[in-house]
């Protein structure tokens, strides 16, 4: 087991330097799309940014890699020339604040849930500290409400899920919600333990976007495509059935390497297993966390 949660660690190291530079960046397609109200999604490589953008100026959720700024901008003009004022953080990993120091630079107020900064200040996983204009220069403990555009759009922390530094944040005009990286559409959750990651909390956390979304609120995941309430509902589900089949094999007294030979997430891997954290990796984290290792 220890194995397998340490290649896992490995995994959430940020990329090489020498990796960006041999990237073909100009080959990343961005696209856009209109989610409601002053509400965006744009895609490129990397986590879902959202944005408003309004008589106010713009407002900005993550920022994906430092190469793509100025393409991500020139997107953002597609839609509005309006100053782009504010960015959140919805948590710590390099393709959702890659772009800070860009944006930093230019005079964009960076807000973050304080873990974030805490950890980009130290360096992840042995890197280097982030540099300063980097780092969320406002922080918050619990939530942090912004009002533009004819918005109230407020910012709140979660549970420890796919990190200890996660932020949803909530659009009430247009109806929608942008849950970072704790929700995705493309694979079983990603829990980066080494980063206070929690499986509970993943679940804790869905509760929580079901509990406030609506039949017609449109959901933005961190990786993925726009969705809806019933997504989340599914993903749920989904989680709590895994749970509770490795829970019954605890019970049996089976070992990490029983578990996985047992399958217990068989009957979601066509449709889940598409290359987030691996399936052993996945069953490496409920594991620990049931038995409390």
Same mark, same amino acid.
């Given at each position: 087991?220890?194995?397998?949660?340490?290649?896992?660690?490995? #995994? *959430?190291?940020? %990329?090489? $330097?020498?990796?960006?530079? !041999?990237?073909?960046?100009?080959?990343?397609?961005?696209?856009?799309? =209109?989610?409601?109200?002053?509400?965006?999604?744009?895609?490129?490589?990397?986590?879902?940014?959202?944005?408003?953008?309004?008589?106010?100026?713009?407002?900005?959720?993550?920022?994906?890699?430092?190469?793509?700024?100025?393409?991500?901008?020139?997107?953002?003009?597609?839609?509005?020339?309006?100053?782009?004022?504010?960015?959140?953080?919805?948590?710590?990993?390099?393709?959702?604040?890659?772009?800070?120091?860009?944006?930093?630079?230019?005079?964009?107020?960076?807000?973050?849930?304080?873990?974030?900064?805490?950890?980009?200040?130290?360096?992840?996983?042995?890197?280097?500290?982030?540099?300063?204009?980097?780092?969320?220069?406002?922080?918050?403990?619990?939530?942090?409400?912004?009002?533009?555009?004819?918005?109230?759009?407020? #910012? *709140?922390?979660? %549970?420890? $899920?796919?990190?200890?530094? !996660?932020?949803?944040?909530?659009?009430?005009?247009?109806?929608?919600? =942008?849950?970072?990286?704790?929700?995705?559409?493309?694979?079983?959750?990603?829990?980066?333990?080494?980063?206070?990651?929690?499986?509970?909390?993943?679940?804790?956390?869905?509760?929580?976007?079901?509990?406030?979304?609506?039949?017609?609120?449109?959901?933005?995941?961190?990786?993925?495509?726009?969705?809806?309430?019933?997504?989340?509902?599914?993903?749920?589900?989904?989680?709590?059935?895994?749970?509770?089949?490795?829970?019954?094999?605890?019970?049996?007294?089976?070992?990490?390497?029983?578990?996985?030979?047992?399958?217990?997430?068989?009957?979601?891997?066509?449709?889940?297993?598409?290359?987030?954290?691996?399936?052993?990796?996945?069953?490496?984290?409920?594991?620990?966390?049931?038995?409390?290792?």
């Amino acid at each position: 087991m220890k194995k397998i949660l340490l290649a896992f660690a490995v #995994a *959430f190291t940020a %990329p090489a $330097a020498s990796a960006q530079q !041999d990237f073909d960046w100009t080959s990343v397609e961005i696209k856009s799309t =209109h989610v409601a109200g002053s509400v965006h999604m744009i895609e490129g490589r990397g986590g879902n940014i959202g944005i408003s953008a309004g008589p106010d100026g713009v407002f900005m959720i993550d920022d994906q890699f430092a190469p793509l700024t100025d393409r991500l901008i020139a997107k953002i003009r597609e839609i509005s020339d309006g100053e782009i004022r504010f960015l959140v953080n919805t948590h710590v990993h390099g393709d959702h604040t890659g772009g800070n120091e860009n944006l930093g630079r230019a005079g964009v107020m960076i807000f973050a849930q304080d873990n974030v900064r805490k950890r980009m200040a130290e360096g992840i996983r042995g890197g280097p500290p982030a540099p300063e204009d980097a780092l969320p220069l406002v922080t918050y403990s619990d939530t942090a409400t912004f009002h533009l555009n004819g918005e109230d759009v407020t #910012a *709140f922390r979660v %549970p420890p $899920a796919h990190t200890d530094g !996660d932020t949803f944040i909530h659009f009430k005009g247009a109806n929608v919600l =942008h849950l970072g990286d704790v929700f995705r559409t493309t694979s079983y959750p990603v829990i980066d333990t080494g980063n206070g990651g929690t499986f509970a909390g993943v679940i804790a956390a869905t509760e929580i976007a079901i509990e406030i979304a609506g039949p017609e609120t449109k959901i933005i995941p961190g990786h993925g495509f726009l969705t809806d309430k019933s997504m989340l509902i599914t993903v749920r589900d989904m989680l709590v059935d895994i749970r509770d089949r490795v829970q019954v094999l605890i019970d049996d007294g089976k070992s990490l390497e029983e578990v996985i030979a047992a399958r217990p997430t068989a009957v979601y891997d066509e449709r889940w297993d598409q290359g987030g954290m691996g399936i052993e990796r996945f069953l490496g984290v409920i594991y620990a966390e049931l038995k409390g290792e």
